[in-house]
Protein backbone atom coordinates (compact mmCIF):
# COMPACT_ATOMS: atom_id res chain seq x y z
CA UNK A 1 0.00 0.00 0.00
CA UNK A 2 1.17 3.31 -0.87
CA UNK A 3 2.24 5.53 1.97
CA UNK A 4 0.29 8.63 2.41
CA UNK A 5 2.71 12.17 2.74
CA UNK A 6 2.67 13.80 5.21
CA UNK A 7 0.40 16.95 3.56
CA UNK A 8 -2.06 14.49 2.84
CA UNK A 9 -2.33 13.32 6.08
CA UNK A 10 -2.52 16.28 7.66
CA UNK A 11 -5.36 17.34 5.03
CA UNK A 12 -7.40 14.05 6.23
CA UNK A 13 -6.85 15.31 9.73
CA UNK A 14 -8.48 18.63 9.59
CA UNK A 15 -10.99 17.54 7.33
CA UNK A 16 -12.46 14.58 9.80
CA UNK A 17 -12.05 17.30 12.69
CA UNK A 18 -14.13 19.21 10.64
CA UNK A 19 -16.70 16.50 9.99
CA UNK A 20 -16.68 15.52 14.05
CA UNK A 21 -17.08 19.68 14.81
CA UNK A 22 -19.89 20.08 12.56
CA UNK A 23 -21.60 16.29 14.08
CA UNK A 24 -21.19 17.29 17.49
CA UNK A 25 -22.54 20.81 16.82
CA UNK A 26 -25.34 19.39 14.71
CA UNK A 27 -26.06 17.11 17.82
CA UNK A 28 -25.89 19.70 20.38
CA UNK A 29 -28.53 22.02 18.57
CA UNK A 30 -30.30 19.31 18.23
CA UNK A 31 -30.70 18.28 21.74
CA UNK A 32 -31.36 21.74 22.69
CA UNK A 33 -34.32 22.12 20.21
CA UNK A 34 -35.51 19.18 21.80
CA UNK A 35 -34.96 20.72 25.24
CA UNK A 36 -37.57 23.82 24.11
CA UNK A 37 -40.42 21.85 22.40
CA UNK A 38 -40.62 19.43 25.85
CA UNK A 39 -40.27 23.04 28.15
CA UNK A 40 -43.01 24.22 25.80
CA UNK A 41 -45.19 21.17 26.34
CA UNK A 42 -44.57 21.16 29.72
CA UNK A 43 -45.64 25.03 30.03
CA UNK A 44 -48.73 23.93 28.08
CA UNK A 45 -49.79 21.41 30.17
CA UNK A 46 -49.00 23.84 33.10
CA UNK A 47 -51.28 26.63 31.38
CA UNK A 48 -53.97 23.88 31.41
CA UNK A 49 -53.88 23.25 34.73
CA UNK A 50 -53.81 27.10 35.50
CA UNK A 51 -56.84 27.17 33.06
CA UNK A 52 -58.85 24.64 34.99
CA UNK A 53 -59.03 26.65 37.93
CA UNK A 54 -59.30 30.01 36.48
CA UNK A 55 -62.42 28.31 35.05
CA UNK A 56 -63.54 27.43 38.29
CA UNK A 57 -63.24 30.69 39.83
CA UNK A 58 -65.55 32.02 37.01
CA UNK A 59 -67.95 29.26 37.48
CA UNK A 60 -68.40 29.98 40.75
CA UNK A 61 -68.24 33.80 40.46
CA UNK A 62 -71.27 33.57 38.14
CA UNK A 63 -73.16 31.04 40.01
CA UNK A 64 -72.80 32.89 43.08
CA UNK A 65 -75.12 35.68 44.37
CA UNK A 66 -74.54 39.37 43.46
CA UNK A 67 -73.17 40.08 47.21
CA UNK A 68 -69.43 41.88 46.26
CA UNK A 69 -67.58 39.44 47.90
CA UNK A 70 -69.02 36.78 46.52
CA UNK A 71 -66.62 37.37 42.84
CA UNK A 72 -63.60 35.49 42.49
CA UNK A 73 -61.33 37.11 40.00
CA UNK A 74 -59.13 34.46 38.01
CA UNK A 75 -55.40 35.88 37.52
CA UNK A 76 -53.52 36.62 34.32
CA UNK A 77 -51.55 33.81 33.02
CA UNK A 78 -47.74 33.79 32.40
CA UNK A 79 -46.19 31.83 29.68
CA UNK A 80 -42.54 32.74 29.50
CA UNK A 81 -41.54 30.05 27.38
CA UNK A 82 -43.57 30.59 24.32
CA UNK A 83 -42.81 34.41 24.91
CA UNK A 84 -38.87 33.94 24.93
CA UNK A 85 -38.12 30.80 23.29
CA UNK A 86 -41.42 30.33 20.26
CA UNK A 87 -39.22 31.96 17.49
CA UNK A 88 -36.59 29.10 17.61
CA UNK A 89 -39.43 26.64 18.51
CA UNK A 90 -41.33 27.29 15.52
CA UNK A 91 -38.92 26.29 13.22
CA UNK A 92 -38.68 22.74 14.54
CA UNK A 93 -42.37 21.86 14.60
CA UNK A 94 -45.12 21.44 12.03
CA UNK A 95 -47.25 23.49 10.62
CA UNK A 96 -50.41 21.91 12.00
CA UNK A 97 -48.68 22.34 15.91
CA UNK A 98 -47.77 26.00 14.93
CA UNK A 99 -51.12 26.53 14.34
CA UNK A 100 -52.44 24.65 16.93
CA UNK A 101 -49.75 26.38 19.23
CA UNK A 102 -51.27 29.93 17.88
CA UNK A 103 -54.93 29.32 18.54
CA UNK A 104 -54.02 28.47 22.32
CA UNK A 105 -51.85 31.15 23.00
CA UNK A 106 -54.35 33.59 21.01
CA UNK A 107 -57.18 32.09 23.44
CA UNK A 108 -54.78 32.85 26.45
CA UNK A 109 -53.94 36.64 25.01
CA UNK A 110 -57.77 37.06 25.02
CA UNK A 111 -58.13 35.65 28.25
CA UNK A 112 -55.40 37.91 29.82
CA UNK A 113 -56.92 40.77 28.41
CA UNK A 114 -60.95 40.59 29.63
CA UNK A 115 -59.17 39.96 32.70
CA UNK A 116 -57.50 43.39 33.01
CA UNK A 117 -60.91 45.12 31.44
CA UNK A 118 -62.29 47.08 33.69
CA UNK A 119 -66.00 46.57 34.53
CA UNK A 120 -68.87 48.27 36.85
CA UNK A 121 -70.93 45.84 39.09
CA UNK A 122 -73.27 45.48 36.65
CA UNK A 123 -71.12 44.04 34.27
CA UNK A 124 -68.72 42.04 36.37
CA UNK A 125 -70.18 38.33 35.35
CA UNK A 126 -70.50 39.04 32.14
CA UNK A 127 -66.81 40.25 32.39
CA UNK A 128 -66.10 36.77 33.84
CA UNK A 129 -68.63 34.85 31.53
CA UNK A 130 -66.27 36.31 28.42
CA UNK A 131 -63.06 35.44 30.42
CA UNK A 132 -64.50 31.60 30.86
CA UNK A 133 -65.38 31.35 26.98
CA UNK A 134 -61.39 32.23 26.00
CA UNK A 135 -60.08 30.06 29.07
CA UNK A 136 -62.70 26.72 27.88
CA UNK A 137 -61.60 27.46 24.59
CA UNK A 138 -57.62 27.32 25.26
CA UNK A 139 -58.00 24.22 27.34
CA UNK A 140 -60.51 22.22 25.10
CA UNK A 141 -57.33 23.44 22.33
CA UNK A 142 -54.49 22.04 24.89
CA UNK A 143 -56.15 19.22 25.04
CA UNK A 144 -56.48 18.86 21.24
CA UNK A 145 -53.26 19.67 21.44
CA UNK A 146 -51.67 16.46 23.17
CA UNK A 147 -53.98 13.87 21.85
CA UNK A 148 -53.87 14.67 18.29
CA UNK A 149 -50.71 16.22 18.62
CA UNK A 150 -51.69 19.35 16.67
CA UNK A 151 -52.79 17.29 13.31
CA UNK A 152 -56.34 17.48 13.96
CA UNK A 153 -58.40 20.52 14.78
CA UNK A 154 -61.11 20.69 17.76
CA UNK A 155 -63.38 23.24 14.62
CA UNK A 156 -63.53 19.81 12.83
CA UNK A 157 -65.48 18.07 15.65
CA UNK A 158 -68.71 18.98 15.82
CA UNK A 159 -69.77 17.14 18.58
CA UNK A 160 -67.25 18.30 20.88
CA UNK A 161 -67.95 21.96 19.79
CA UNK A 162 -71.80 21.59 20.23
CA UNK A 163 -70.45 20.35 24.05
CA UNK A 164 -68.87 23.34 24.50
CA UNK A 165 -71.39 25.86 23.49
CA UNK A 166 -73.80 23.81 25.64
CA UNK A 167 -71.55 24.96 28.48
CA UNK A 168 -71.51 28.28 27.64
CA UNK A 169 -75.26 28.10 27.41
CA UNK A 170 -75.55 27.46 30.22
CA UNK A 171 -73.58 30.08 31.76
CA UNK A 172 -75.06 32.82 29.46
CA UNK A 173 -78.66 31.77 31.24
CA UNK A 174 -77.34 33.32 34.11
CA UNK A 175 -76.01 36.67 33.72
Not at 36 to 42: I, T
Not at 157 to 172: G, L, M, P, S, Y
Request: glycine share 6%; with cysteine.
Amino acid sequence: MEELSKSTVTLLGVVVGWLLGQGSELLRSHLKNRKLVGALNSELKDLQAHLETSMERCAKSINADDAPRATIWPHAITHPVYTQYYPEICLHITGDQRLSINSIYGHIATFNQRLSGEYDPQTIKRGLFLAYVDAKWAYELIGYHFRYNGKQKLADDEAKIREINTDFQRFADKI
